[in-house]
């Protein structure tokens, strides 16, 4: 999973899709989140990170994240990981 290239984040959480025009904002755990995938972090290590700092369960998480992963996709934020790495 990886943001689209186009889609401009800011520190508050603002995202911003130049394609669309669409602007969207998430809040301090959804930053995090972002940053995350910014940096190409699997979903595991995602997983762990949250559920450390936030004291939260694995059931719960992966349906939070799920949800999350589900709207940014809705909105042409990410794209799968799938392309091989040279």
């Known amino acids: 999973m990886k943001l689209n290239k186009n889609v401009a984040v800011s520190e508050s959480g603002l995202l911003f899709n130049p394609v669309t025009g669409e602007s969207f904002s998430v809040n301090p755990i959804g930053i995090e989140i972002l940053n995350l995938i910014r940096d190409e972090k699997p979903e595991e290590e995602i997983a762990e990170a949250i559920m450390a700092k936030y004291n939260t369960d694995k059931p719960t ?3 939070d994240y799920q949800d999350f992963i589900g709207i940014l996709s809705h ?3 990410v794209e799968s990981h ?5």
């Open 61 to 63: 998480f992966e349906k």
């Open 75 to 77: 909105n042409n934020l």
């Open 82 to 86: 799938e392309k091989t790495k040279a």
